[in-house]
C-alpha cells in the first residue's frame, strides 16, 4: 500500500497515514511560473495498491487538475491500483439539469477520473447519493454520520428535549437518519433560495418551542441556508441551537455569517482544510478514512464502517 496526497489537504493525509501506521509517499507537487502543476513519484510504486488523497475543496478546479496528474503520473509508474481519496467531492450539487444549456458537471468530473486511470473511488457524505451511478468503477461512499453521533452524544446526552431539524425538504432522509440514531423529534424549515449565496427560509413544519434543536446538512459554504433556518427556528421559541454539517466549506462569508448569527456551536468534520472559524467544531475523520483504506486494500468489507 502506498498513501499519495496532493496540495488539497496534506494535514488529514498525515493523520490518516498516523491511523495506518505508515508515511505518507515521497511525491514532489510544485507549479511552474505560469501555473502548470508539476508532479514527480520519487519512490517506486511499480504493482502497489496506491490511495491518492485529495478532497476537490477550493481552490475546486486546482485541486481536481492536480489529483487528475498525480493519477496519470502513478498510471505511468505501473502502479497495480489506484484509488481516488476523495473526503470531499466537489461539483456534487451540479448532478442534473435543472435549467435549460448546463452541464452536468458532477458526471464530467466522473468521467475525467475514470478516463485519467482511477479504479476506485474513496468518499464520504455526497451531495446526491446517487452520484456514485456516475461511475462506471466501484464507489465506496463512507457516511461522517458515525463520527458525528458520537460527538453529539457527548454534547446532547439528555435527548429528552432534543428537536433534529431538516434546513430544507431535500435533506430530510439525513436528518431523519440522525434523529433515530439520537432518539430526538424531527422537523423541517421548508426554505426558497433567491439565488446562490441568498436564502428565504419560509415555515417550520414541527414543534421547536422550548427545545434545543441541532440543524442537519450535508456541505455549507456561505451558510445561508443554515443562518436563515436558525433565524426562523429561533422567532419560533427554539432554546438553543446547534448545526451540525458533514462539509464546512467555509469562505469568509459563511464565517461572518455563523459568528453573527444565534447558531451556538457547528459541528462538522475536517474533510476540508476550511472546516475552520468561530463557533465551528472540526470532528476527526482520520480513523474512518484510514480503517476503509485498509479495508479495501485488505480486500474486506466497509460495510460495518457505517454503523453507529
Known sequence: MKLISGTAHRALAERIADNLGTQLADVHVTAFPDGETFVKINEN?????????QPSCP???HNIMELLIMVDAARRASAGRIT????????????RKDQPRVPITAKLV?????SAGVGRVLTMDLHA?????FFDIPVDHLYAKPALIHYLRDRHPDTS????????VGGVKMARAYADALGADLAIVAKHRISATRVEAMNVIGDVEGRDVILIDDMTETAGTLTAAAEILGKNGARRI??????????????ERIKDSVIEEIITTDSVPQASGEKVQAVGIAPLLGEAIRR???GQSVTSLFEV
Open 45 to 53: 510504486i511499480r504493482g502497489d495498491d496506491v490511495f491518492i488523497i
Open 59 to 61: 481552490p475546486s478546479n
Open 84 to 95: 481516488a481519496v476523495m473526503p470531499f467531492f466537489g461539483y456534487a450539487r451540479q448532478d
Open 110 to 114: 466522473a468521467n475525467l477520473l475514470t
Open 129 to 133: 447519493p446517487q452520484i456514485q451511478g
Open 161 to 168: 428535549n432534543l428537536t433534529v431539524v431538516s434546513p430544507d
Open 242 to 255: 446547534f448545526a451540525c454539517v458533514s462539509h464546512a466549506v467555509l469562505g469568509d462569508l459563511g464565517r
Open 296 to 298: 479495501i486494500n485488505g
